[in-house]
């Protein structure tokens, strides 16, 4: 099954970059945590990005984008609700997950968004990205090589969220949190369609 983009944008982000990863380190420790945010940590803020995945997950599967509210934006929700009308119900299961079938997950991007015109006002984005397996625990159990892994090709599924939360200085810490600004999915089957769609563009 190829799956559906809710959101345009942006490239599938698979892998973390060295560089971005020790700019996100300097970005975290020496500008959020002294100037915005003293008990900002990335890798608690990783977990708590975690659970809020399986969340959004789970209510694709489930056809419920309304009950979202608050851990998404107004354009991430409407953009969910317009693509679970082209999904059967299941479809949809493709997206539910467990926290076990999650075999790697990292902050891709730390980017701070200053406004030009206003120098108080600020936000800090958060690029996750998730690879996940379906029963990925059972599998680890088994003795399984790389056309075991093949077989079970469909049960791959792929996310890249960006987290968003702002720091202006007239905002007090109770008043914001991390919501999602984007989302997206794909797995194996969608990644080769769109690197075949952008061969033939280049080549047309």
């Known amino acids: 099954m190829v ?41 608690e803020f990783t977990k708590g990005a975690r659970q809020a995945f399986l969340t959004v997950c789970d209510r694709v ?62 936000w800090v984005e958060i690029m996750m990205v998730y690879h996940t397996l379906k029963n990925f625990e059972d599998l680890q159990k088994q003795n399984v090589n790389a056309q075991d892994l093949q077989k079970v090709s469909d049960r791959f599924l792929f996310a890249n969220f960006r987290f968003s939360r702002n720091f202006s200085k007239d905002v007090s810490p109770d008043q914001s949190d991390w919501t999602i600004n984007y989302i997206n999915f794909f797995n194996p089957e969608s990644e080769r369609a769109e690197l075949d769609a952008e061969k033939k563009s280049q080549n047309s």
Not at 84 to 113: C, H, M, V, W
């Open 3 to 43: 799956l559906p983009r809710f959101m345009p944008g942006h490239h599938n982000i698979l892998w973390p970059s060295f560089f971005k990863g020790v700019r996100n380190w300097i970005q975290a420790n020496f500008i959020v945590r002294p100037n915005f945010d003293r008990s900002f940590d990335i890798d």
């Open 61 to 122: 599967a489930d056809g419920d984008a309304n009950s979202m509210k608050g851990l998404v934006t107004d354009e991430v929700l409407d953009a969910v609700e317009k693509g679970l009308k082209n999904l059967s119900t299941a479809d949809r299961e493709t997206f539910r997950r467990k926290d076990t079938d999650i075999y790697l997950t990292f902050p891709y991007q730390l980017g701070i968004i200053m406004d030009d015109d206003d120098a108080n006002k600020r």
